[in-house]
């Protein structure tokens, strides 16, 4: 009894809470696995730049990659890559950018209803030892009235921020910067209103949008429009 006691506290001891899943391990949130993710592509203080292969085995078991490999954008000399997240039949986009030679940015885009709330994300955040500093918060700006009669677009909209910026850190890890972006249908759009919640992680500490590198702008895609920030 006392071995079996014994071996169940070693085995409690190694798995360690189920927020901070090993590469191997399925998350069980969304939340979870975007940090997680999140977490990998930040540039390791000894081991530093992955390779283009290197990085494909970052993330853990929630996020796939589709079979081609980087591809190079034309004009511009930008690589990307794309796959996807899958958690418990709840899905997402995934991009990672740069050049030929060095990774910069890496995006998940989920929908909204994928997502328990901003606290459950920073949470698992947190949980995978990344400390946030909140740098730029901003809201989305006011709808005229004609585009959203029964107020209910406007209400949705103002549930959450439309973008914030975050200096991010890790214990034997690079700093970096993290930004989330919401996205929505436009207003009068005939299909239900649908909202995104996009996180980046730049690997350049300095990274700044003004001063932005080629392949630092790593979108998932066109099929979600953002309402104006301005």
Wanted: proline fraction near 6%; glycine fraction near 10%; aromatic fraction near 8%.
């Amino acid at each position: 009894m006392k071995l079996i006691l014994a071996l169940t506290a070693a085995s409690s001891a190694l798995s360690g809470p189920v927020s901070a899943q090993q590469p191997w391990e399925l998350a069980t949130t969304v939340e979870q696995a975007i940090a997680r993710a999140l977490a990998d592509a930040m540039v390791h203080s000894r081991y530093g730049q992955p390779t283009w292969a290197g990085f494909g085995v970052h993330g853990g078991r929630d996020i796939y990659w589709h079979l081609v490999g980087p591809t190079s954008a034309s004009p511009g000399p930008v690589t990307r890559r794309t796959g996807w997240l899958a958690v418990g039949g709840k899905t997402g986009s995934v991009a990672v950018c740069g050049d030929a030679t060095e990774i910069r940015a890496f995006t998940i885009s989920v929908g909204d209803l994928w997502l328990d709330s901003d606290e459950a994300m920073m949470e698992a955040i947190t949980a995978r030892e990344m400390t946030t500093q909140l740098v730029t918060s901003r809201q989305f700006t006011a709808l005229d009235g004609r585009d959203d009669r029964n107020g209910y677009y406007g209400n949705l909209l103002r549930e959450r921020p439309a973008y914030r910026e975050w200096r991010v850190t890790r214990p034997e890890y690079a700093p970096a910067v993290l930004t989330a972006q919401r996205a929505c249908t436009p207003p009068g759009t005939r299909s239900a209103t649908q909202c995104w919640m996009t996180w980046t992680l730049y690997r350049r500490p300095d990274f700044s949008r003004e001063t932005g590198l080629p392949g630092e702008v790593c979108p998932i895609g066109r099929w979600h429009r953002e309402v104006s920030l301005d």
